[in-house]
């Protein structure tokens, strides 16, 4: 009874998962082993060629540089989001649900609006360039936009509210009469913060880098709409070979890569709690 | 004690930070200034471009369909998808609970393509039924989460109790059980309605022509010359999501 019980309620969840998330996922591992015809279509039989073209100069510099930029945006996100979310957790219950909201706000804020309003910021008239040439900051002919430095800042802009929300979540859970001992106990605002707090949100912290560090690996509007020709990422080349030439092997086979790399760190995660698990004190 | 004011500061900073860019959309949206640099005077005619926008609202008619419909069933799927993985331990939710949590860290051009590629294999047609179906896959993982979060906090108890007073399963399922987490399915269904507003990638890679959902149109418009029309709609979006978020807030604080 329990058991058909447990069939009945499971199936149409699983199924539509089945359906729609793990086949197709399977079918795009699939193509990555399917040569591709010259016209762009998907070949026929089975070959090696798709994957081991991708070996090709013209993917490396593209595989750094995502990692790089996921990595450095990372760095970024988590060393703001820290602080920002000890203040949180500290000031008083209606001064936090406010703090809440702000930072709530444009995370929920549409992603594309968001885009462009740093587009438009940083245009050669926009705003913020304007501003910075009045205070003398920069140069008259100055180019803000399509460059690494606007894909950067826009990636840290749409991933910190994940990263202050998630380290939010763990610091709410702190004890905080531990930072008070530290101090009693002689400890510098400074060192109470690096080695009793850390510590203590460390596995926040370690779910906000996976996090970030996830989601930056795939994007792919960020670099095409504020980044120039040579700030491409992988899912950009993607996105090219599925569209631009209809390649869909070697589309697929990108493809496959950018989930390797999305697991990799995820493992890592996995492993690591493991082994925090253990380490707990009795 | 004395407390150190970086954390306050960087606070503060990170809040302008967020802010500043929405602030400049929202004031160049009254700008008559084209691009933006300076201030030109005060008009409504971007919103009245707007409000004549027809293609917009077409656009903006799709999302809401599109939103509406995906989140309904991606709360029933993963209400269904919660109860189960909560009630249930067997190598059936281990499989069930490894493809609910995946798609959570799977990139979203990742899923745009690979559904891409299913519905191009099994020769269906694309348009609204492929965008409902992307939809909804991407957001049962997070109705199944927030409905997750509520029902470990539930007292199972309470359904042994209505049991005991002779309400059938399905009456105490009906009676007690839905009720009492209708909140988290809720809570749960908005932020379905949330993400299906907000997706561009892969509802790009499985509409088909003729299929605009807003961020798509919003998208284009940017590559043309209708840039201040642009601003005067992300001001409308933005004070809806603001108020939206406020009224979460609200409805959290109320059943907290």
Redesign the interface.
């Known amino acids: 009874m329990s058991r058909r019980r447990?069939?009945l309620?499971?199936l149409?969840?699983?199924a539509?998962?089945?359906a729609?998330?793990?086949?197709?996922?399977g079918?795009?591992i699939l193509?990555a082993f399917r040569p591709s015809d010259l016209r762009g279509g998907v070949g026929e039989g089975w070959s090696l060629e798709t994957l081991k073209a991708l070996a090709e100069a013209e993917y490396l510099p593209v595989v750094w540089r995502t990692v790089w930029m996921s990595a450095l945006t990372m760095v970024i996100c988590v060393s703001?989001a820290l602080?920002?979310a000890?203040?949180?957790v500290?000031v008083a219950e209606t001064w936090r649900?406010w703090?809440?909201?702000?930072?709530?706000?444009?995370f929920?804020?549409?992603?594309?609006?968001?885009i462009?309003?740093?587009?438009?910021?940083l245009?050669p008239?926009?705003?913020l360039?304007?501003f910075l040439i009045r205070c003398g900051l920069v140069a008259e002919d100055v180019m803000l936009l399509n460059n690494a430095g606007a894909v950067l800042l826009v990636l840290v802009?749409t991933q910190?509210?994940f990263a202050?929300l998630t380290i939010f979540a763990a610091a709410e859970k702190f004890e905080f009469h531990l930072l008070?001992a530290a101090?009693d106990l002689g400890a510098s605002?400074?060192q109470a913060?690096v080695r009793v707090f850390v510590p203590g949100v460390r596995r926040g912290i370690l779910s906000a880098c996976v996090m970030v560090f996830?989601?930056s690996?795939?994007?792919?509007?960020v670099p095409q709409?504020v980044g120039g020709p040579t700030d491409e990422m992988l899912?950009n080349k993607?996105?090219q070979r599925?569209f631009g030439d209809r390649n869909?092997p070697h589309?697929?086979a990108l493809?496959a890569c950018?989930?390797l790399a999305?697991l990799v760190p995820?493992l890592i995660k996995a492993i690591v709690s493991r082994l925090s698990e253990k380490e707990v004190p009795p | 004690?004395?407390?150190?004011c970086?954390?306050?500061l960087?606070?503060l900073a990170?809040?302008v930070?967020?802010?500043?860019?929405?602030v400049?959309?929202v004031v160049?949206s009254f700008n008559a200034s084209r691009?933006?640099?300076?201030w030109e005077g005060f008009t409504w005619q971007w919103y009245e471009r707007l409000w004549d926008a027809e293609e917009v609202w077409d656009a903006f008619s799709i999302t809401l369909k599109v939103a509406v419909v995906s989140s309904i069933t991606a709360m029933?799927?993963?209400t269904?998808?919660a109860?189960?993985l909560h009630?249930?331990r067997?190598w059936?939710?281990n499989?069930?609970s490894m493809?609910?949590t995946?798609?959570l860290?799977?990139?979203?051009?990742?899923?745009g393509?690979?559904?891409?590629?299913?519905f191009?294999?099994l020769g269906v047609e694309l348009g609204m039924a492929t965008i409902w179906?992307?939809h909804?896959?991407f957001c049962?993982s997070f109705v199944?989460m927030v409905v997750l979060g509520r029902l470990q906090d539930f007292d199972f108890t309470l359904l042994d109790a209505a049991r005991d007073l002779g309400a059938s399963p399905r009456v105490a399922a009906g009676k007690v059980l839905v009720p009492l987490l209708l909140p988290g399915i809720l809570a749960g269904g908005l932020l379905a309605f949330?993400l299906s507003?907000?997706d561009?990638?892969i509802t790009f890679?499985v509409s088909g022509p003729g299929n605009t959902t807003?961020?798509l149109r919003?998208?284009s418009m940017?590559k043309g010359r209708n840039?201040p029309m642009?601003?005067a709609l992300?001001t409308l979006?933005?004070a809806s999501?603001?108020l939206?978020?406020?009224l979460a807030?609200r409805l959290q604080r109320r059943y907290a």
């Open positions: 447990e069939f309620l499971t149409p969840p699983l539509w998962m089945m729609f998330f793990a086949i197709p996922a079918l795009v193509m703001l602080p920002m000890f203040h949180t500290r649900r703090l809440l909201l702000l930072i709530v706000v444009p929920l804020t549409n992603f594309i609006i968001r462009f309003a740093w587009k438009t910021l245009h008239e926009g705003t360039t304007q802009y910190l509210p202050i008070d101090r605002p400074w913060f996830v989601c690996l795939g994007q792919y509007v709409f899912a993607i996105t599925a869909l589309a697929s493809a950018l989930m999305v995820l | 004690m004395k407390r150190s970086l954390p306050s960087v606070t990170v809040l930070f967020f802010f500043a860019p929405l400049m959309l160049n691009f933006g640099g300076e029933v799927l993963g269904l998808a109860y189960a009630c249930f067997s059936l939710q499989l069930h493809l609910v995946l798609p860290v799977m990139p979203d051009i990742l899923m393509m690979s559904l891409l590629a299913f191009l294999a179906i992307a909804v896959t049962v199944t949330t507003i907000d561009y990638v890679f807003l961020p919003v998208a940017m840039l642009i601003h992300s979006m933005i999501t603001f939206l978020a406020a807030f």
